[in-house]
Each structure stands twice: as C-alpha cells, then as structure tokens.
C-alpha cells in the first residue's frame, strides 16, 4: 500500500524567513504533485513533478523531486502572509488516483 | 467556463435519507474520480471512473454508487446517510498528462 507523509504537519512562521516542506512516500513512483489548499476551498495545483531530478519555481515556491530517495521538498522563500494555506504532496495518478500526504498548515505572521 | 464543476455546494441532510452529488468537466479528460476530505483534512480517493468504466473502488461502503452518464458527468449517489459521511467531497478529472483538476467540493453535513 502506498504511503506518503508530509512533515511538518503545522508550521507557523514568519514573513521573510525561509522554510521546506518535506514529502516521503514509500514505493516507487515517477509523479509527484503539489497542491494549495485555502480554508473552505477546492485544491489547487502547484507543481507536476515527473521525473527524477526535476525542479520546478513559480514565484516565492520551489518543488523539487528525488526519486531514489522518494522525496519530494516544497521550499518557501522570504515567506509572505498571502501564502498561508494547507499544502498537500501527493503520489500517483491515472486510473488508480492520488495518495495524499496528510497536508502541512502553514501560517505566516507578520 | 469553469473546468470541473460540482452541485450542490453545501448538502444538509438527516440520517438515513439518500442524496446525489453531481459532477461536470468540460476538459475532455477520460477519467474523473471522487475524493472525501475528513473534518482533519485528510483526502481519500473513493472512485475512479475510465471513459465510463469503474476502475478502482477503495473499500467504500455500498451506500455509496458512482454514476456515469458518459465521461464528462460522474455523479455521486449515496443511500441511507450516516453521521460518519459528514464531510467535503471533491469530483476531480484527469487527462492523458495525469495532473488532476478538481472541482469546488460539496460539504455534506448529516444530522
């Protein structure tokens, strides 16, 4: 069975400091996505990884995939407060669906 | 012009009685699934549907029945509702790259 865990699960920090989500999932998988969830809201999608290696950035976001270590980080750089939300990593895809990590809550303070 | 769509937003009911979730994609995906998001925001996928083929069902009670008219609706029927189903459920699609999109949620509450 396929498993996937985030960590941290909760992480409060504070606008312009840097931090990393980590995303491990236990068997052998070449796609590896990132989503943004805000509070009462429907998933939204960040980052397709597809191979191993892969590193991909959109704006403060960096997503970045090892297939040998089934390890996926989400970096944030000089955090600001519009980015506060739930981010899921999740693993699979096509006909069997996605596994989700268990989401990480991240709050920035000013 | 909205991707995946889903209604109803919000579905309020009793114990035991039997409703529908229906979902819509307009991206010409083969394949669209549902997903329950628990009060811990933990997302299980139930169903997975295939140009109007089921093709995974993950230990879902039998009170619930995906329905596919063809392969831009997926439509969710659940039968004698406990309190256990109160929960989001996302309708999500899917196409030849794999990324899933997915739709508002619907927030079933069961009293």
């Known amino acids: 069975e396929l498993k996937v865990e985030q960590n941290p699960l909760f992480l409060s920090m504070q606008e312009g400091k840097n931090y990393t989500i980590y995303c491990n999932y236990s068997t052998t998988s070449d796609r590896l996505y990132w989503y943004r969830q805000d509070p009462g809201k429907s998933l939204e999608s960040l980052f397709v990884?597809?191979?191993?290696?892969a590193v991909k950035q959109e704006g403060r976001l960096m997503a970045s995939l090892d297939t040998k270590a089934r390890l996926s980080t989400l970096h944030i750089t000089a955090a600001v407060h519009d980015l506060s939300a739930t981010y899921f990593c999740a693993v699979g895809g096509g006909a069997d669906g996605l596994t989700f990590g268990k989401g990480t809550h991240l709050i920035i303070q000013p | 012009d909205t991707a995946v769509s889903q209604t109803p937003k919000y579905l309020v009911t009793q114990m035991g009685n039997d409703k529908s979730i229906k979902c819509e994609q307009n991206?010409?995906?083969?394949?669209m699934y549902w997903y329950k998001q628990d009060s811990k925001k933990f997302l299980k996928i139930m169903f997975s549907?295939?140009?109007?083929?089921?093709?995974i069902n993950e230990t879902v009670p039998n009170r619930f029945s995906p329905k596919s008219p063809d392969k831009a609706h997926l439509n969710l029927h659940i039968n004698s509702l406990e309190l256990g189903d109160s929960a989001v459920y996302f309708c999500?699609?899917?196409?030849?790259?794999?990324?899933?999109?997915f739709g508002p949620g619907t927030r079933l509450t069961v009293l």
């Open positions: 991206l010409g995906h083969d394949t």
């Open positions: 999500a699609s899917s196409g030849l790259g794999n990324e899933q999109f």
């Open positions: 549907y295939n140009n109007k083929e089921l093709i």
């Open positions: 990884l597809l191979s191993n290696g």
